[in-house]
């Protein structure tokens, strides 16, 4: 029975009723591709490389940080931030209908993509713990799921890492962040996060885990929160990030 569930014909069954569609073109997916995008989308999405900015991890042309950290006069909370790929187009689409049109379960492919470019990035090297960022009461009984907690879960899946969870709130009801410039973006985000078990935090080097990153504000303000609580040290990694 099992040679059958795994078999092509049981797939192409499968298939029949159930036909899979990109996530971004909805063109239909062959019935032996197990990606959530069809092979053209799936080449339009773009890893983020070198150079970039060593603090806010913003593509650059040259030189070791973006004019915006040039400027800054202290070491931000969080460290460095580090994002998988460039939020395109077809990287739009995923992360709306992971996160907009309830699909959890994409949730498997997104974190293992993390996990590959994570993995490839030394920087991250000494760091054991991921929290993934959390979202207020209300929002997440909203969704039904916290979209970078699933990620985080799937990151470490196979060992490498552990999940720091319930060790901080979102004691904040935040605006929506997509309208706000930096500044206002800052300002909304202000104590939005408030430390339950900082036992959970001391000491530790802490990888923040998000869907996007824009500004940074959100993560800039959760790290605030952790080094408040005794973290040792504190980066962020993101499936996306706005250029
Ligand atoms: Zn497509
Ligand atoms: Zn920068």
């Excluded at 990035?121 to 207020?136: D, H, T, Y």
């Amino acid at each position: 029975m099992n040679k059958f569930l795994n078999s092509n014909f049981f797939k192409f069954l499968i298939n029949i009723f159930f036909p899979r569609i990109c996530l971004h073109c909805k063109n239909d997916i062959h019935y032996l591709n197990e990606n959530i995008l069809c092979p053209a989308c799936h080449k339009q999405l773009k890893k983020i490389i070198p150079p970039l900015c060593a603090k806010c991890g913003q593509p650059i042309d040259s030189g070791e940080h973006c004019h915006p950290c040039r400027k800054l006069k202290t070491q931000p909370n969080c460290s460095f931030i580090r994002s998988a790929f460039i939020f395109n187009d077809p990287m739009r689409s995923v992360i709306h209908e992971y996160k907009y049109n309830c699909k959890p379960y994409l949730s498997k492919t997104l974190g293992l993509w993390m996990r590959e470019l994570l993995k490839t990035n030394p920087e991250f090297k000494g760091f054991r713990f991921l929290l993934p960022v959390p979202l207020a009461r209300k929002k997440l009984a909203q969704r039904g799921f916290n979209q970078s907690e699933l990620l985080a879960d799937i990151i470490a899946e196979n060992g490498d890492f552990e999940v720091i969870k319930n060790a901080i709130i979102r004691s904040k009801n935040t605006k929506s962040q997509t309208t706000l410039n930096k500044e206002d973006r800052k300002s909304n985000m202000l104590n939005a996060f408030s430390a339950l078990k900082p036992e959970l935090i001391k000491g530790k080097n802490i990888i923040l885990i998000d869907d996007v990153a824009t500004t940074g504000s959100t993560l800039q303000e959760l790290a605030k929160t952790l080094k408040k609580a005794g973290a040792k040290k504190v980066a962020a990694f993101t499936l996306a990030r706005e250029t």
